[in-house]
């Protein structure tokens, strides 16, 4: 299976597109922590820090970028704490030797805590802003949340990269099979809209004055629950009170279908297939080896069998319910 994988992106190639778009480099470039595209850290001459990301060629389409761009721009707009891509001369996605990139505003923060109750009512709040806002037009290009994408077409992938050892494909394939046959019965979401899409822990950056995402490069079409369900942790019991705090926030400004809560193993089951996937499906990016060592091994196939199991389980259990 072969893939693009960022060999022809040089520290030079790198300078060369900024500046070609109005930045002055004026510092080495830091790479920071992102696989999918290639992201840097750099100062101006003013040293004012910025961070450039360059698009994974071949994984979006230029409408989908601009999209995401969009999505950020009315965002910001309406004051949510968003760190939209900068333009030059009413432009924001930038071209150099073949790559699309763009170029933010340097904003830190800490990690937030999932096990933090005011944190979580916080998120839930920012949440319910970005969906009040995000729910009064649809996406026209960005991917749709779907079990054929997320389940039915990670499976071929998995089928046709050929890693899995050859004594482990039977017992891989029929728990998979199960698993995708649970998830799909119970996936029937009634409401759409514009999501964040992969608002877990790790995509969100905490500071004294709150939360706020750094980019969007996953926004897609789903069910406002996807935007939530990854900030739970924890037993059951745990998760119900997560949840009702979430949602205390959440309903300041937007309405929530409580009867989302019954997809939120299915939406489980489909990042647990995809992440699978997208691993063998960017095997032959030298990043990947070297970053996720324990991938394409017999004990890592034989755990994916183990948690598949428990997720046929957790399928079968009554969906997460909020508190009495």
């Not at 004026?26 to 999918?36: K, R, T, V």
């Amino acid at each position: 299976m072969t893939d693009f994988n960022f060999s022809s992106l040089s520290p030079e190639t790198i300078i060369d597109g900024l500046e070609s778009a109005g930045f002055q480099v004026d510092s080495g470039l830091l790479a920071l922590n992102s696989y999918e595209n290639r992201v840097y850290q750099f100062h101006d001459e003013e040293r004012r820090k910025f961070v450039c990301k360059f698009y994974r060629p071949g994984r979006w389409q230029l409408q989908q970028i601009q999209e995401e761009h969009d999505f950020s721009f009315q965002l910001d707009e309406q004051e949510l704490p968003i760190v939209a891509p900068l333009k030059r001369d009413g432009i924001s996605i930038f071209h150099h030797n073949g790559f699309h990139f763009a170029v933010f505003p340097c904003r830190g923060g800490r990690i937030f805590e999932v096990d933090n109750l005011e944190q979580l009512e916080w998120m839930g709040r920012f949440v319910g802003r970005i969906h009040a806002v995000s729910s009064q037009q649809d996406f026209k290009h960005r991917p749709t949340v779907s079990i054929q994408e997320s389940l039915l077409d990670a499976r071929q992938v998995l089928q046709d990269c050929q890693m899995l050892p050859l004594g482990l494909q039977t017992p891989f394939y029929t728990i998979l099979d199960q698993v995708i046959e649970l998830a799909s019965a119970r996936y029937a979401p009634n409401r759409q809209i514009r999501l964040h899409g992969d608002c877990h822990a790790g995509n969100i950056l905490w500071t004294d004055d709150g939360p706020h995402f750094v980019d969007l490069d996953d926004c897609k079409t789903g069910p406002a629950i996807q935007d939530l369900w990854m900030m739970l942790s924890g037993d059951r019991q745990q998760q119900m009170l997560q949840m009702d705090t979430l949602l205390m926030g959440y309903e300041e400004f937007f309405s929530f279908d409580s009867s989302e809560l019954s997809l939120i193993e299915s939406l489980r089951t489909m990042r647990v297939v995809h992440y699978m996937a997208w691993l063998a499906r960017r095997w032959q990016d030298p990043a990947f080896p070297r970053n996720f060592p324990w991938f394409n091994t017999e004990k890592y196939w034989e755990q994916q069998i183990l948690a598949l199991k428990e997720q046929v389980a957790t399928l079968q259990e009554p969906p997460l319910s909020l508190m009495p």
